[in-house]
């Protein structure tokens, strides 16, 4: 008998598995089992490399659905991600994603489907290693402001601390609404609106205040 399973990474405080399953189960899955590697990045360590994640290759088996929200629960490392898909995919293993409702299935044996299926692997692992490179140099740049501006006026203290700050990113990369996220967290639509659109500037505001 196959089964579904949830792959939850949760990197922040303030990120749950039980969201990743409900955000499954509102778009029409049928979870079986939920696997959670808790507090890894997603950077710097390799799915082989997690715990729980470890744990997936002896659980899975031929005919198994693989559900993540978005690929970067896997990874945000464009040759890790390809790989670890290529490798369940191997196993005879389904992934499917929450958001976009994407499907990467071994079995297909159509060339065009096949090479579409790969560009599409090639892309969404790219988007995440992207994603990631973009928010670690706003980090920076918040840093290198905070320290220029070092004994001078630290302006308006922001509503959010880091742990939120990052979560608020994470979330903003999914299909979860601004109000949604600005309640989740106990932040106004306008805080979330500036982490947003001027993450760059939000970085630095944080960072002058750490």
């Known amino acids: 008998?196959?089964?579904?399973?949830?792959?939850?990474?949760?990197?922040?405080?303030?990120?749950?598995?039980?969201?990743?399953?409900d955000q499954a189960e509102k778009a029409g899955f049928q979870i079986d089992r939920v696997v959670t590697d808790q507090g890894v990045s997603g950077v710097s360590v390799a799915f082989a490399d997690r715990p729980e994640a470890k744990r997936l290759f002896d659980m899975l088996r031929p005919g198994d659905v693989l559900v993540v929200r978005w690929v970067d629960r896997l990874g945000r490392n464009y040759d890790d991600v390809t790989h670890t898909i290529r490798t369940l995919m191997a196993m005879g293993v389904i992934v499917r994603t929450v958001i976009n409702n994407f499907t990467f299935?071994?079995?297909?044996?159509?060339?065009?489907?096949?090479?579409?299926?790969?560009?599409?692997?090639?892309f969404m692992a790219a988007t995440s290693q992207a994603q990631a490179e973009a928010t670690k140099e706003a980090q920076k740049a918040g840093i290198t402001h905070a320290k220029a501006t070092d004994g001078k006026y630290l302006g308006r203290k922001p509503s959010y601390d880091r742990k939120v700050f990052d979560a608020v990113c994470d979330a903003l990369q999914g299909t979860t609404t601004v109000s949604?996220?600005?309640?989740?967290?106990?932040?106004?639509?306008?805080?979330?609106?500036?982490?947003?659109?001027?993450?760059?500037?939000a970085?630095?505001?944080?960072?002058?205040w750490e």
């Open 1 to 21: 008998m196959t089964q579904t399973i949830l792959y939850a990474r949760v990197s922040t405080a303030e990120q749950t598995s039980t969201h990743q399953k």
């Open 105 to 122: 299935d071994g079995s297909t044996k159509d060339p065009v489907q096949k090479a579409v299926r790969d560009s599409l692997i090639a």
């Open 180 to 201: 949604e996220i600005a309640r989740t967290h106990g932040l106004s639509r306008q805080a979330v609106l500036r982490i947003k659109d001027q993450r760059e500037q």
């Open 203 to 208: 970085e630095a505001a944080l960072a002058k």
